[in-house]
């Protein structure tokens, strides 16, 4: 059997990339050292992990801060409209899409984080998106 259970961003400031993700989600991340933290949420982990982990991944050239291109991190959360009303000041300069109802039945709202990787909060809003992620929120 696998399971998910965590994403890790690498990143030049491990502390600027987990303040950003403390305030948005309102976790408090642990700081395991310099160059690692993390984010756990009751699902899943954001890893947050220095350029210098690399070394230990087999060298620099393993990953490249900033430079994501292709994933999307995802949060799920319980009303995406409200978290937008409350956050869209702090967001302005991240912002890629106001919450929009997308075609499989969730509310996203998309922006960026301080690396440039997109990150997705969403709420479900049809009924078929809302039994799909009823033990989720």
Known sequence: MINLVSIRIITENVGKLLEFYEHITE?????????FAELQTAHGTLAIGSTRTLQLFGGSEVAKAAQNHTAII????????????????????????EPTTMPWGNRSLLFRDPDGNLVNFFTPFSAEAIKKFEDKI
Do not use: H, M, W
């Open 74 to 97: 995802e949060f799920i959360t319980t009303d995406v409209d409200k978290f937008y009303q409350g956050e869209s000041a702090f967001l302005a300069p991240y912002l890629v899409q």
């Open 27 to 35: 976790v408090k991340g642990i700081r395991f050292t310099d160059d």
